[in-house]
């Protein structure tokens, strides 16, 4: 099936613009709740696959013998703005280990947190592999990478920390993957169906902490997700902004080209969608409305209303556009 509409810009009384995307919801046995588009698609699930890299982390013991605290753990999850918040995060996660900066494998840019960006260039600083948004989940290789006694390269795809994500990652989408790319911060990701990612999330969604490695990590990661927010994006970010509206009752995770994912433990549902043609805009926007029609997420909060159905103002504060769900999709 082909990608479905999801959301519009709307300008002038005219549509102006058309996000199509696929979605899917799975319940916490894996089984297909709903689906747009085609829930076959095969994709890169990029960075809102974090949680699933960090399964072996937890489960291994390597996260209890290091000390690691909810807080880093839901930093080892994230796609953070390189925020002072952020980069001593990972610096001070480093130091325990008795690491630095020069161990991490992700690569430097400049943080999209601008306080942070402001401070480099008035200091004369270069960004530093810290400030990457994904240092986090390296710090977390790192330390699953002691545990394991691998080598330095812990990005290599043939690496002991590598094929324990790779692993963690077919078990519970329940799917082989068919093959893996290269993503911005080095690290191998593996693809899936959509509704290999959702069946993943359905079950992170019904893992209640009492059960076997497995589901005790899942819900670990999932609650230090939700209980810590302000990691796993940053202040302004969808992630830390949506995840604060519903309270801590849904987890949200986002990926680069149009990827996102949310667990809803209460629900026992994961929703996994990508919005086909990459845009932060429209899958935003898309699971935006999917958790509205969820009914975990009030569409007149603030949050909510910056993505979806509240006014989109240009320069001069002059309402311009409005995004809208898509007929048919989330309503």
């Not at 043939?158 to 994500?165: I, L």
């Not at 990612?197 to 899942?218: E, P, V």
């Not at 990508?274 to 969820?294: C, F, H, V």
Request: aromatic letters at 4%.
């Amino acid at each position: 099936m082909a990608a479905v509409p999801m959301v519009e810009l709307w300008r002038g009384g005219l549509m102006e613009s058309r996000h199509l995307g696929h979605a899917v919801i799975c319940d916490a046995e894996g089984q297909v709740e709903q689906v747009w588009g085609d829930a076959d698609a095969v994709i890169f699930p990029r960075s809102s696959c974090k949680m699933l890299q960090a399964l072996p982390l937890v489960e291994s013991g390597a996260a209890d013998a290091a000390g690691l605290t909810e807080r880093q753990l839901s930093f080892a999850c994230a796609s953070h703005m390189g925020a002072a918040l952020h980069r001593n995060a990972a610096a001070g996660w480093l130091a325990g280990l008795g690491l630095g900066e020069a161990d991490l494998r992700c690569g430097a840019h400049e943080p999209e947190d601008r306080a942070e960006r402001n401070r480099l260039i008035e200091a004369h600083e270069a960004p530093c592999q810290l400030h990457n948004n994904c240092s986090g989940k390296h710090s977390g290789f790192l330390t699953l990478n002691r545990h394991l006694g691998g080598g330095p390269e812990y990005t290599d795809i043939d690496h002991p920390v590598q094929r324990a994500a790779r692993a963690a990652f077919e078990e519970v989408t329940g799917e082989d993957s068919p093959g893996w790319g290269i993503d911005g911060c080095s690290a191998p990701n593996f693809a899936t169906s959509v509704e290999g990612l959702a069946r993943a999330m359905g079950r992170f969604a019904g893992a209640l902490g009492s059960g076997d490695a497995r589901d005790r990590a899942m819900h670990r990661l999932t609650l230090a997700m939700a209980d810590h927010p302000e990691m796993v994006s940053g202040e302004g970010g969808a992630c830390t902004e949506l995840m604060r509206a519903m309270g801590g009752r849904v987890t949200l995770k986002g990926g680069a080209e149009g990827v996102y994912v949310a667990i809803l433990p209460r629900q026992r549902l994961g929703v996994a969608l990508k919005i086909a043609d990459g845009s932060d805009r429209g899958k935003d926007a898309a699971i935006t409305a999917l958790l509205i029609r969820l009914g975990v997420l009030d569409a007149a909060h603030p949050a909510a209303q910056r993505r979806l159905n509240g006014p989109q103002r240009n320069w001069r504060g002059r309402e311009a556009s409005v995004l809208r769900p898509a007929p048919g999709f989330a309503g």
